[in-house]
């Protein structure tokens, strides 16, 4: 049983693992010397029920980790903070996470961000970032849970907007409000299954709600998709860049 400290969204984590592996996986956010704000551990039978669940090709320290992850967002609601299921990138300074079920396109919209902007946007999570509310806003942390891709940097940064991906055939963004989108927003969010840390999670979401801008992207797989939701979201103006290749 290997034991170390994360510090990951601000919290200090004390980590319990049976698999090297979940030191290695979590090497960007390790810290030493301090006091750990909770602590996480999960048992073998807990190991084998998620490997018993997972893809043929998963092993059972992957399975460690995922079931690692579900136990740090379980004590996430006592500190203001919960898992989102999307991608947050930076620009200027600010987050921009864009969310969609799976499969819709979000992984590919921020990488024509990426290739229209260049070296402006940066990665912040590609995948389970952590939100936190706080009194004057909402802050997006990044997390070494990322993705198949595993797009991730250790920051964290004010969350300036938050996207709906939508596929269409001509691009649009507009501002919306949350309540047009709530089915959808609230099937990104990770629910713990303990009643009281679940009813936490629904209050931040509540807060995040009132709190974040949100907005919904129809859009193809374009430039035009990428300045339709720059433009609406940062209230900049976009202007095409040599290091886009159509």
């Not at 320290?61 to 967002?73: F, M, T, V, W």
């Not at 979000?106 to 590609?126: D, F, M, Y």
Request: hydrophobic share 40%.
């Amino acid at each position: 049983m290997a034991v170390f400290l994360i510090r990951l969204a601000g919290l200090t984590v004390e980590m319990h693992s049976t698999y090297p592996y979940a030191k290695e996986f979590c090497k960007d956010f390790l810290t030493e010397n301090a006091v750990p704000d909770f602590s996480v551990a999960v048992s073998e039978e807990e190991v084998a029920k998620e490997l018993a669940q997972s893809p043929e090709s998963a092993t059972s320290d992957y399975a460690e980790i995922i079931c690692l992850y579900r136990k740090i967002a379980d004590r996430l609601p006592e500190y203001n903070r919960f898992v989102f299921h999307g991608a947050a990138i930076s620009y200027n300074e600010n987050g921009y996470l864009f969310t969609a079920p799976s499969g819709t396109g979000k992984t590919t919209h921020i990488t024509l961000w990426r290739k229209a902007l260049g070296s402006q946007v940066g990665i912040i999570n590609g995948d389970k970032p952590i939100l936190e509310l706080c009194e004057d806003g909402v802050i997006v942390h990044s997390t070494p849970w990322a993705g198949k891709e595993g797009w991730y940097r250790n920051l964290s940064l004010p969350l300036k907007a938050v996207c709906i991906i939508e596929q269409a055939t001509t691009n649009k963004t507009e501002k919306i409000l949350p309540q047009s989108a709530l089915m959808c927003l609230l099937r990104q969010i990770y629910m713990p299954t303990d009643p009281q840390a679940a009813q936490g999670t629904l209050s931040l979401f509540e807060r995040f709600c009132v709190t974040a801008d949100f907005y919904r992207c129809r859009c193809n797989i374009s430039v035009d998709a990428v300045k339709s939701s720059f433009e609406a979201m940062t209230g900049e103006r976009f202007d095409e860049r040599k290091e886009y290749e159509d």
